[in-house]
């Protein structure tokens, strides 16, 4: 069973980068494709984007310009990068792995498993 | 992007009810739609996918229909633990989309 670990700050200052990792365990980081997903609080879910260790990227379209989603399948890890931070970027963030389903197909974008979560704070 | 409007937002009832919660798309996604349950302070779990199959481990009083521009999901049965928050989400187009969410609430 896929577990993942995310790591990373708690707070960041206005117009600073925002990095996070989620470690992947009990399975290869190379099977699957992973997404990042964010929630500010008391609020709904926002897609950021997804990636596959091959480097392969979709971004949000209103995040593209300040995100970046990689793979390092030496540590079976994913990281996410967030610059130029504001207030409006003050969110859980999620990592997330795709779904596979009992008939072997995957679904890239239904979220089986996910991570604990982790609040990131802009602010100085 | 394509908006999702669930409704109602906000829903009271009680143990044993029948729950019936709706998702409306701002246009057809065929059946790329996904239910999530949500817990505070806990990351989103995959109840239904592709409009109406359940995820392994979920309890069948939930159950999933619908398809193009109108999705539903039910809760037949109400239980304690299902009260929370249900947030659906397309997976038809690009960017991902999810709805604002309906909290279930005693």
């Known amino acids: 069973q896929v577990q993942l670990q995310q790591s990373g700050p708690g707070l960041v200052k206005p117009s600073e980068t925002l990095s996070l990792t989620c470690t992947v365990s009990?399975?290869?980081?190379?099977?699957?494709?992973w997404t990042w997903i964010r929630q500010p609080p008391g609020k709904g879910l926002e897609w950021i984007g997804y990636v596959y260790y091959t480097g392969s990227a979709n971004y949000n379209p209103s995040l593209r310009s300040r995100v970046t989603l990689l793979v390092d399948t030496s540590k079976n890890q994913l990281s996410l990068t967030l610059k130029s931070v504001t207030a409006a970027d003050t969110a859980v963030y999620y990592c997330a792995k795709e779904l596979s389903a009992p008939d072997g197909n995957k679904w890239r974008d239904a979220l089986e498993i996910w991570g604990q979560g982790t609040l990131v704070t802009v602010s100085s | 992007d394509i908006q999702l409007t669930q409704s109602p937002s906000f829903l009271s009832a009680s143990v044993g009810d029948r729950v019936t919660i709706t998702c409306r798309a701002s246009q057809d996604i065929d059946l790329y739609l996904v239910w999530y349950q949500q817990k505070p302070g806990k990351a989103p779990k995959l109840l239904i996918y592709a409009a109406s199959t359940l995820q392994s481990g979920v309890p069948s009083r939930f159950s999933g229909s619908g398809s193009g521009t109108e999705f539903t999901l039910t809760i037949n049965r109400l239980q304690p633990e299902d009260f929370a928050t249900y947030y659906c989400?397309?997976?038809?187009?690009?960017?991902?989309?999810f709805g604002g969410g309906t909290k279930v609430e005693i």
């Open positions: 989400q397309q997976l038809n187009n690009y960017p991902v989309t």
């Open positions: 009990g399975d290869s980081i190379s099977e699957y494709y």
